[in-house]
């Protein structure tokens, strides 16, 4: 797959591709799998902003952007799983590091009736959008050469489910740091 790639983007796509066989990714799925996974992996890299599939398959041609997003619908693993992973890795790196807990925004402007969006503050853009809230967990390293998700939680608003049920964004942080904690990994 990488000869379809531009001369410019081959290097990337080698570098996560041996990063990915580090982790034994490939061994666990199919190799086409393993291909639209690094494709993906290379593209949210790539893309600092807006990383859509479509956008990740102009830039990166090696697979279209149907396969792109019937590869991620259909993986075989739970995000828990993939969080696990990368947190193994980070391990493997033997930095030490630090968390940072931020809450990701995911505009929905016309998306009025998705049960899980809602109307809230973006400080980046200094003012109100309605979309979707996803509180990540990020490992840095303390050199500053690595920043890996390690955890994150879709935040629902209270209108969408029972009281009983509702968590605030820092009481879904909770069981992100907790696992982090349990899974030891370098924390300065």
């Given at each position: 797959?990488a000869s379809?790639?531009?001369?410019?983007?081959?290097?990337?796509?080698?570098?996560?591709?041996?990063?990915?066989?580090?982790?034994?990714?490939?061994?666990?799925?199919?190799?086409?799998?393993?291909?639209?996974?690094?494709?993906?992996?290379?593209?949210?890299?790539?893309?600092?902003?807006?990383?859509?599939?479509?956008?990740?398959?102009?830039?990166?041609?090696?697979?279209?952007?149907?396969?792109?997003?019937?590869?991620?619908?259909?993986?075989?693993w739970s995000?828990?799983?993939?969080?696990?992973?990368?947190?193994?890795?980070?391990?493997?790196?033997?930095?030490?590091?630090?968390?940072?807990?931020?809450?990701?925004?995911?505009?929905?402007?016309?998306?009025?009736?998705?049960?899980?969006?809602?109307?809230?503050?973006?400080?980046?853009?200094?003012?109100?959008?309605?979309?979707?809230?996803?509180?990540?967990?990020?490992?840095?390293?303390?050199?500053?050469?690595?920043?890996?998700?390690?955890?994150?939680?879709?935040?629902?608003?209270?209108?969408?489910?029972?009281?009983?049920?509702?968590?605030?964004?820092?009481?879904?942080?909770?069981?992100?740091?907790?696992?982090?904690?349990?899974?030891?990994?370098?924390?300065?």
């Amino acid at each position: 797959m990488a000869s379809r790639l531009y001369r410019t983007t081959r290097p990337l796509y080698l570098a996560v591709e041996q990063v990915l066989w580090q982790l034994q990714v490939p061994l666990v799925g199919s190799p086409t799998l393993a291909a639209l996974i690094v494709l993906s992996v290379t593209g949210l890299i790539l893309l600092t902003a807006r990383p859509t599939q479509t956008r990740v398959a102009r830039r990166l041609p090696g697979r279209a952007h149907d396969a792109l997003n019937r590869g991620l619908r259909t993986m075989p693993w739970s995000t828990r799983f993939l969080m696990r992973l990368l947190c193994d890795f980070a391990k493997q790196l033997g930095r030490d590091g630090y968390l940072v807990l931020d809450e990701v925004i995911v505009e929905k402007a016309f998306a009025k009736r998705l049960p899980w969006a809602a109307k809230v503050y973006s400080f980046k853009e200094k003012r109100t959008l309605y979309g979707r809230v996803i509180v990540v967990l990020v490992w840095c390293s303390c050199d500053g050469h690595w920043r890996i998700p390690v955890g994150f939680r879709l935040w629902r608003p209270a209108r969408s489910c029972r009281a009983a049920r509702y968590q605030t964004k820092l009481e879904l942080a909770v069981p992100l740091v907790e696992a982090v904690v349990l899974a030891r990994l370098p924390v300065h």
